[in-house]
T-cell receptor, first 113, second 114 residues
Framework: GNSVTQMEGPVTLSEEAFLTINCTYT??????LFWYVQYPGEGLQLLLK?????DKGSNKGFEATYRKETTSFHLEKGSVQVSDSAVYFC????????????FGKGITLSVRP | EPEVTQTPSHQVTQMGQEVILRCVPISNHLYFYWYRQILGQKVEFLVSFYNNEISEKSEIFDDQFSVERPDGSNFTLKIRSTKLEDSAMYFCASSEGLGYNEQFFGPGTRLTVL
């Protein structure tokens, strides 16, 4: 079946540090891949997505590239801000426009001023 | 900006009691979902709902669970007889249903079963 594995957290960084959050997946077929973010007290928000191999999703300075050969979708940001402190979830969705999302465990990022 | 809302934000109940978690999806959306996250574990899919019927459900969604869209705006998840292991954060989501659409999530309801 489908599964998503995220690196263990939490992660604490200083402002302007480089961020990498690892995500690998197992899936049949050709899934779409997503990063969701959850700020305190809010719901999960879509941060970025990629729908096929070698696609790069980007938003708010975050990037992730769909790597089929390594089954990975690592999230990166060159310079984090305090406002990026949140929980980040990697997820996949198999083919089928409205099929379910399969999530990783989520990782808490704290950014210090 | 339209958003998915959920009530209550926190529900405490005794084991064996029935609970109903409520969600108001975005008004023009057609697909509705429930997910849950037990503390420290992954967000897990429970059920999807379209055109007034369940379109997909997980192994977790057994006979103790049911969903309903009682009117044009609410989408509810009922747990008939709660167990300790039902304690979790429950997220509702909705999507437009046309093509590969984003699922928009609510803030969640934290259910605590004592």
């Amino acid at each position: 079946g489908n599964s998503v594995t995220q690196m263990e957290g939490p992660v604490t960084l200083s402002e302007e540090a480089f961020l990498t959050i690892n995500c690998t997946y197992t899936a049949t077929g050709y899934p779409s891949l997503f990063w969701y973010v959850q700020y305190p007290g809010e719901g999960l928000q879509l941060l970025l997505k990629a729908t096929k191999a070698d696609d790069k999703g980007s938003n708010k300075g975050f990037e992730a590239t769909y790597r089929k050969e390594t089954t990975s979708f690592h999230l990166e940001k060159g310079s984090v801000q305090v406002s990026d402190s949140a929980v980040y979830f990697c997820a996949l969705r198999n083919t089928g426009a409205n099929s379910k999302l399969t999530f990783g465990k989520g990782i808490t990022l704290s950014v210090r001023p | 900006e339209p958003e998915v809302t959920q009530t209550p934000s926190h529900q405490v109940t005794q084991m064996g009691q029935e609970v109903i978690l409520r969600c108001v999806p975005i008004s023009n959306h057609l697909y509705f979902y429930w997910y849950r996250q037990i503390l420290g574990q992954k967000v897990e899919f429970l059920v999807s709902f379209y055109n007034n019927e369940i379109s997909e459900k997980s192994e977790i969604f057994d006979d103790q669970f049911s969903v309903e869209r009682p009117d044009g705006s609410n989408f509810t998840l009922k747990i008939r007889s709660t167990k300790l292991e039902d304690s979790a954060m429950y997220f509702c989501a909705s999507s437009e249903g046309l093509g590969y659409n984003e699922q928009f999530f609510g803030p969640g309801t934290r259910l605590t079963v004592l």
